[in-house]
Nanobody, 122 residues
């Protein structure tokens, strides 16, 4: 499974961005897919995941109500719509996938994309 993240950039506080994560290879819409982020000097942090055929979602408290995770199984692509962005959202954002139910720890995920940098200016 290969994952390719894109969509990062520079945005002012209060603005919006949409990240994409395109999957290729042996994937399934039953996989758990996730976004993590990592700011300079900090540990990798869970942002949101989407699980199972019913596409259940779960969000970190810090992004709940501002970010929306979704996926298009026909396109093998996952998205993260980020609204009302804050400077503290600045980080490299990583997508990952697991062929099982998984939650908030990075070591639960088997496949990783490269990061896409999001910078939010004040």
């Amino acid at each position: 499974v290969q994952l390719q993240a894109s969509g990062g950039g520079l945005v002012q506080a209060g603005g919006s961005l949409r990240l994409s994560c395109a999957a290729s290879g042996r994937t399934s819409n039953t996989y758990t897919m996730v976004w993590f982020r990592q700011a300079p000097g900090k540990e990798r942090e869970f942002v949101a995941n989407i699980r199972g055929l019913g596409s259940s979602t779960y969000y970190a408290d810090s992004v709940k109500g501002r970010f929306t995770i979704s996926r298009d199984n026909a396109k093998n692509t996952m998205y993260l719509q980020m609204d009302s962005l804050k400077p503290e959202d600045t980080a490299n954002y990583y997508c990952a996938a697991a062929p099982r139910l998984a939650w908030v720890r990075p070591n639960e995920y088997d496949y990783w994309g490269q990061g896409t940098l999001v910078t939010v200016s004040s």
